[in-house]
């Protein structure tokens, strides 16, 4: 059947679903998804592209392409992009929401059940053994992000600069992702570059820096701007997430922001969901709604409304050269954060060695990352068991 892509026009022999088929699957995906992105996208591959047809492999690749380019968490927005070729805007926001709600749930279950019950010493010998395991995972995370970014000695070099502003100048972190963007770009393209339409993106990013200091609707803020502008994906957020509901609202620890993440690890749905164990312990199950609904309601705009106008920027040398220094930027940052997170991971000599092992699991064997996760739930259940 020949089908035509409503956002490029593109069109292609391949099964077209029923409407009950794409919506009963991305539900059930909100169920089982669990791994982080990279296992979630190759869920999505197998089932749409070697399975059933729905796209062929090209296709799937180009619209990935397209997703990587954009803050947030790229399985997401592929499930919106693949409900809004079948039911335009309707089909997009149902597919994004059935790929969030079943995770979110359970996120806010766990974040009840860890108030409730996270000072007993069975949980904490649980938490012992799976947060460096997280923070392994994370390592590894910066690594090959780090390899996707950093491609040029001028990107190495701006990536330790926003590191080193950050953790000695403690400069603002959105501040500096945007002035090494515009850096990068005056090296590529030099100054007279910077005209006209080319300013907009500029303007509206460093009017978005005036806001963070406005006291009002801080939660909304907090997390609408996470979504907003995590370049790089979940590991980006957590840069918002410890500058903001840590260090400057003082909702959570660094302790208690690392639980979530590792919490975020088994639980289905989109990694970005320990934003809403972040909400709940800042505002109870309304700031979980808060949460969830703000972080991801960027991506749901960039694919619906903007990714007609967006991916025509794929070819815009100067939104290219910005995004690429933006991004290595980014690289720093995160590294900053997890220097701050490790504290509370890092306990003694096993617990390091846990965080070494889970990180040379996933970076030297490759193994999936639920798999990592689910070891260390085992191992610390086990932990647990033997320390009654």
């Known amino acids: 059947m020949l089908y035509e892509d409503k956002l490029t026009g593109h069109q292609e022999n391949r099964a077209s679903p029923s409407w009950r088929e794409v919506f009963l699957y991305f539900f059930i995906l909100g169920f089982i998804n669990i791994g982080g992105p990279v296992a979630q996208i190759t869920m999505m591959f197998n089932h749409m592209v070697e399975r059933k047809k729905w796209l062929s492999k090209d296709r799937f690749v180009k619209i990935l392409a397209f997703c990587h380019m954009l803050p947030g968490p790229e399985a997401l927005q592929l499930a919106i992009y693949v409900g809004y070729l079948k039911r335009k805007i309707t089909g997009g926001i149902l597919a994004g929401i059935t790929f969030i709600i079943p995770g979110a749930v359970v996120m806010v279950v766990l974040s009840w059940l860890y108030i409730k019950y996270g000072m007993l010493q069975e949980v904490s010998n649980i938490l012992y053994i799976l947060k460096p395991a997280v923070l392994g995972i994370i390592a590894s995370g ?35 992702l945007i002035v090494v963007g515009i850096l990068n770009l ?7 570059s910077l005209r006209g339409r080319n300013m907009a ?22 997390f609408l701007k996470t979504g907003m502008f995590s370049f790089g994906g979940a590991y980006a957020s957590l840069i918002f997430l410890q500058n903001g509901a840590v260090l400057q609202y003082h909702w959570l620890t660094a302790n208690q922001l690392l639980d979530g993440v590792a919490l975020s690890v088994v639980t289905p749905g989109p990694f970005m969901l320990f934003a809403t164990f972040v909400g709940y312990l800042a505002g109870g199950i309304s700031g979980a709604v808060t949460a969830t609904f703000f972080v991801f309601l960027p991506s749901f705009i960039f694919v619906l409304l ?20 933006a991004s290595a930027a980014v690289v720093g940052v995160i590294l900053k954060v997890s220097l701050e997170l490790a504290p509370g991971a890092l306990l003694d000599l096993p617990s390091k060695g846990i965080a070494l092992g889970a990180f040379a699991l996933t970076t030297f064997l490759q193994l999936d990352v639920a798999l990592i996760a689910v070891l260390a739930i085992a191992v610390g259940i086990t932990y647990a068991a033997i320390m009654l």
């Open 142 to 176: 910066i690594i090959k992000l780090g390899r996707a970014t950093i491609k040029t000695k001028v990107l190495a070099g701006l990536c330790a600069a926003a590191f080193l502003v950050i953790q000695f100048g403690k400069a603002n972190f959105l501040l500096v």
């Open 186 to 192: 005056l090296f590529k393209e030099g100054l007279p």
């Open 201 to 222: 993106m500029f303007g509206f990013s460093l009017g978005a820096i005036f806001l963070t200091h406005s006291r009002w609707m801080q939660m909304t803020w907090l």
């Open 306 to 325: 903007g990714a007609r106008y967006i991916e025509q920027l794929r070819g815009n040398r100067f939104f290219q050269a910005f995004l690429s220094g």
